[in-house]
C-alpha cells in the first residue's frame, strides 16, 4: 500500500483548522483583555481545551478523506453493477442511518439538547429520530439516481413540508430541527454518503454524475428537520 | 479527566463501530474493493476514532465553554449592534474556513468553467451564513418567534427554486449543506446557548438552538439570487 497516500491534503487541513478556530480565539482573547477578566488558569485551560480538539480534528477529517470517501464509493460502484438496481434502496436505509449515527456533530447537538432540557429531552431520541431521517431520505436519494427522478421534484414538496410542520410542532422542537438539518450533513455525509452517489451514480449509464451524485447531501439536510419536528409532534400528542 | 477521557472513548467507539463492522461485512460479501483500499479504510478508521476522542474532549473542556463566554461577554457590555456585528464576523470567517465550501466553490468553478468563479461564489456563501447568523441572533435578543424567521425564509426558498437556472439550484441546496461543518456547529450552538443563557425569560431549548438552522438557509438563498443576478 502507499503509504504517502495517508498523508495526502493534510497540510490544507490543518490550514483550515486553524482558519477555522482563530476568529474563536481572537473573540476570547479580547473579551478576556477588555472585560472579562476570568482567572488567567480558567482561560489558559479553554485554550489547552481548544487546542486539544484542533489536534483531534485533523486527525479525524484526515482519516474521513482517505479512508471513507474512496471506499463509498467502491461500495456504491458495485451496488451499481448489480442486475437489479433496486438493491441500492435497502443500502442507502442502512449506510444513511450508520453513518449518521457516527457523525460527531449530530452528538454534540444531541447532547446539548438533554442538557439544555435539563434532561426532558432524551438525547438518544433526538439520536434516533436524526438517523431515521436520515436512513429514509438517503434510500430516496438513491431510488432518484436509479430513476433520474429531478432533484427539485423531492426537495420543493420536502421542503413545504417542513413549512407546514412549522405551525404544529411544539417550539422547543423546531429549532433543534433546523440545527439538525444542519449537523446531520457533516464530515462523514459529505465523504461517506457523498462518495456512496457518486459512485452509483458513475455507473448508472448516461447520467450526469455530478448533478445525480451531489443532490444526496441537499436530501440529508432536509431529512433530520422533518423527522425531528414529526418527532416532537408525536410526544405533544402523547401527553395529551 | 480520566473519567470523562473512557466515557468519551466508549461513546465513540459506540458510534463508529456499527459502520465499520457492516463495511467489514460488505468488503467480503459484496464491495469486494481492492485491498489497498480496503486497508485505507482501516487505518482511515483508526485515525477517526482516535481523532474524535480528542475532538469532543476538546469541545467539552474548550470549545463549549469559550463559545458561552464569548456569547455572554457580548450580552452584559455589549450595545444590540456590537452583538450583530461580531455576531456576523464569526459567521463570515468560520464559514470561509469551513473546508467543504472551498471544495464546493473549487467543484462549481471546474463545472461552469468559470460563469461562477471560485472565490465570488465562497464570498456569496460567507455573506449568507453571516447574514443569517446575525439575525438569529437579533431574533434572540428582540425575543420575536422562531417560526416566523424560519417560515419566510423557506417559502422564500421555495419561491426562488422556481426562477432560478436549474444547474444553480442544486448548487444553492449543496452550498446551504456545507456550511455547518464539524467545526462551525459546535462554536456556533455554543454562541447561542452563551447568549440566550444571559438574557431574562429565554429558555435555552426554543431560544439557543437555531442559528445552526438558520446558518444553513442563508446560502441557499443567497446562492439563488447570485443564480438570478448572472442570468
Known amino acids: 500500500m502507499n503509504v504517502a497516500a495517508i498523508f495526502d491534503g493534510l497540510g490544507v487541513t490543518a490550514l483550515s483548522v486553524a482558519n477555522a478556530l482563530l476568529p474563536l480565539l481572537a473573540f476570547l ?7 472579562l477578566k476570568l482567572p488567567k488558569s480558567y482561560v489558559f485551560n479553554l485554550l489547552k481545551g481548544t487546542l486539544l480538539s484542533a489536534v483531534g480534528l485533523l486527525f479525524f477529517l484526515q482519516g474521513v478523506q482517505i479512508g471513507f470517501l474512496p471506499y463509498g464509493q467502491a461500495i456504491g460502484e458495485s451496488i451499481g453493477s448489480f442486475p437489479y438496481k433496486w438493491v441500492a434502496i435497502p443500502f442507502g436505509l442502512i449506510l444513511g442511518f450508520l453513518t449518521t449515527w457516527s457523525e460527531p456533530a449530530v452528538r454534540i447537538l444531541t447532547h446539548q439538547v438533554e442538557n ?3 434532561g ?65 450533513t457533516g464530515p462523514m455525509a459529505n465523504t461517506f454518503l457523498l462518495g456512496l452517489g457518486l ?19 441537499a436530501l440529508i439536510a432536509l431529512a433530520p428537520i422533518i423527522s425531528v419536528m414529526a418527532l416532537g409532534l408525536m410526544i405533544r400528542t402523547r401527553i395529551r | 479527566m480520566l473519567k470523562l477521557l473512557r466515557d468519551t472513548l466508549l461513546e465513540v467507539t459506540r458510534a463508529i463501530a456499527p459502520l465499520v463492522i457492516v463495511v467489514i461485512i460488505l468488503q467480503f460479501t459484496v464491495t469486494r474493493a481492492p485491498t489497498d483500499v480496503f486497508l485505507q479504510f482501516l487505518i482511515g478508521a483508526v485515525m477517526v476514532i482516535a481523532g474524535l476522542v480528542f475532538f469532543l474532549l476538546g469541545i467539552e473542556v474548550g470549545i463549549l465553554p469559550a463559545g458561552k463566554v464569548v456569547g455572554a461577554g457580548l450580552t452584559q457590555r455589549g450595545a444590540i449592534w456590537l452583538i450583530l456585528a461580531v455576531a456576523f464576523l464569526i459567521g463570515f470567517a468560520t464559514t470561509i474556513a469551513e473546508p467543504d465550501v472551498l471544495v464546493l466553490s473549487k467543484q462549481a468553478d471546474t463545472i461552469t468553467r468559470g460563469t461562477v468563479p471560485q472565490n465570488s461564489l465562497t464570498y456569496v456563501i460567507a455573506i449568507g451564513v453571516a ?44 452550498s446551504g449543506s456545507v456550511t455547518t461543518g464539524a467545526l462551525t456547529a459546535p462554536i456556533v450552538i455554543a454562541l447561542g446557548l452563551g447568549l440566550s443563557s444571559m438574557l431574562a425569560g429565554r429558555s435555552g431549548l426554543s431560544d439557543g438552538f437555531g442559528l445552526l438552522g438558520l446558518a444553513s438557509v442563508g446560502p441557499i438563498i443567497a446562492v439563488m439570487i447570485m443564480g438570478i443576478v448572472i442570468n
Request: proline content about 3%; glycine content about 8%.
Open chain 1, 29 to 35: 482573547v479580547l473579551f478576556q483583555v477588555l472585560f
Open chain 1, 116 to 118: 439544555a432540557s435539563a
Open chain 1, 120 to 184: 426532558s429531552v432524551r438525547s438518544s431520541f433526538v439520536l434516533y429520530s436524526v438517523c431515521a431521517g436520515v436512513a429514509v431520505f438517503v434510500a430516496v436519494g438513491m431510488a432518484r439516481i436509479i430513476y433520474s427522478i429531478p432533484l427539485l421534484y423531492i426537495l420543493v414538496p420536502g421542503y413545504a413540508l417542513a413549512v407546514i410542520l412549522l405551525w404544529f410542532t411544539p417550539k422547543e422542537f423546531m429549532s433543534v430541527a433546523f440545527d439538525a438539518g444542519g449537523v446531520a
Open chain 1, 199 to 217: 459512485g452509483l451514480a458513475s455507473v448508472v449509464e448516461g447520467q450526469d454524475t455530478i448533478v445525480y451524485g451531489l443532490g444526496l447531501v
Open chain 2, 131 to 174: 447574514f443569517f447568523v446575525a439575525m438569529a441572533m437579533a431574533r434572540i435578543i428582540l425575543g420575536f418567534r422562531m417560526a416566523y424567521l424560519l417560515a419566510g425564509s423557506y417559502v422564500l426558498v421555495i419561491v426562488l427554486s422556481f426562477f432560478v437556472p436549474a444547474d444553480f439550484v442544486s448548487l444553492a441546496f449543496d
